[in-house]
């Protein structure tokens, strides 16, 4: 089975930057990745997701126009590029795989059956 491990976390001051990384092992990443957040909150909020090729992506509202997210396949990697931190993006970070026979970007945690161990951002203020 896939495994995923996420790097790039730490403590950024509000208004910096930061590239998380969710590296694959043991397999092929699944066709559409994504990447989670729980913060304060016991549930794990949407953040991003991206299909195969790249093309197709789906943002949370609260991210949109500062995260990014990119994959190399040939790397078996997915990032999440986040600009313009805020403390309210403090949380654990989680890289998720889809499900087999998710194709398109999906914002529930039930598409994605394989998770990373997560990596903390923490953003100060």
């Known amino acids: 089975q896939v495994q995923l491990v996420e790097s790039g976390g730490g403590l950024v001051q509000a208004g ?3 590239r998380l990384s969710c590296a694959a092992s043991g397999g092929t990443i699944s066709a559409v990745m994504a990447w989670f957040r729980q913060g ?6 949407f953040v991003a997701a991206i299909d195969w090729s790249g093309d197709s992506t789906a943002y949370a509202n609260s991210v949109k126009g500062r995260f990014t997210i990119s994959r190399d396949n040939a790397k078996n990697t997915v990032y999440l590029h986040m600009n313009s931190l805020n403390s309210e993006d403090t ?15 999906a914002p529930f945690v039930s598409h994605y059956d394989v998770w ?7 953003v100060s203020s």
């Open 116 to 122: 990373g161990q997560g990596t903390q951002v923490t």
């Open 91 to 105: 949380a654990v970070y989680y890289c998720a795989a889809g499900r087999v026979g998710l194709d398109t970007p």
């Open 40 to 45: 304060p909150r016991p549930e794990r909020g």
């Open 16 to 18: 910096g930057s930061l």
